[in-house]
């Protein structure tokens, strides 16, 4: 009887022992999977969403300059050949930078993205960019591919966009803020700018197949804008 329990509880013992060391091992592994997630804004990892930071990282609490932030960008887009270029940037206070890029050869809106003005961090810009975007679509997965999708038929031409989008705004926002335009027209849909006394405060978009508006809520308190086309 006395060697029937020490033999149960030499089995309860080693089964412990067994889940310890297995727990220990996923811990382990689990932590240094952990450090190749990039955290920015609650938003991406940066291996399922392209994002790459910047080999050159900024090691001081100073934010990178404009023409940095340029340079970086462009480098970034060399991966998708020589077609693509950087429109407009916005300079944000107390949030990543955004930067709309264009087609050189029809002109028209490429991708989105933010970049991290402390690191150099760079990742495509959620919402519209991600959701919507009919050719260069980041959920198709990767850094480098893209959804080819660009011989479908927009339903809501710009004119009617604006228009969406400024009742939007003047509806949600208050009558002092507008919609007049400016912006870019993207493969499935528009980005334009909101205006609150003739000046620029954000932006929105607007589905170029649905008519559905998309406020791009995080990107806080615009400081410049800076067109480069």
């Known amino acids: 009887m006395k060697n029937k329990q020490q033999l149960v509880w ?7 022992i067994a889940i310890l060391i297995g727990y ?22 940066s291996g399922m969403m392209g994002g790459r930071v910047n080999s050159n990282q900024n090691s001081s609490n100073e934010k990178l300059a404009p023409d940095q932030i340029l340079t970086d960008v462009e480098n970034y887009l060399k991966a998708y050949g020589n077609n693509l270029q950087v429109a407009d940037i916005f300079i944000f206070t107390d949030a990543d930078y955004y930067v709309s890029v264009e087609e050189k050869d029809t002109g028209r809106g490429a991708m989105e993205l933010l970049i991290n003005p402390y690191t150099g961090q760079i990742y495509p810009e959620p919402g519209p960019n991600m959701m919507w ?13 893209y959804n080819a999708n660009e011989t479908y038929t927009a339903t809501v031409n710009r004119t009617e966009a604006v228009k969406i989008a400024d009742d939007f705004v003047k509806s949600q926002l ?31 978009s607007v589905n170029d197949l649905t008519g559905e508006v998309w406020y791009h809520d995080w990107h806080g308190d615009l400081e410049q804008v800076i067109s480069e086309h």
């Open 24 to 45: 220990s091992i996923w811990l382990f592994l689990f932590a240094k999977s952990a450090e190749t997630v990039v955290y920015n804004q609650g938003y991406y990892n």
């Open 133 to 145: 975007n009919e050719k260069y679509s980041m959920m198709m997965g990767g850094f480098l591919r």
């Open 10 to 16: 030499g089995v309860i013992l080693f089964g412990a």
């Open 174 to 204: 208050g009558e002092s803020f507008s919609v007049p335009g400016e912006g870019h027209a993207f493969y499935g849909y528009y980005t334009f700018h909101i205006m609150e006394d003739d000046k620029v405060i954000g932006m929105l």
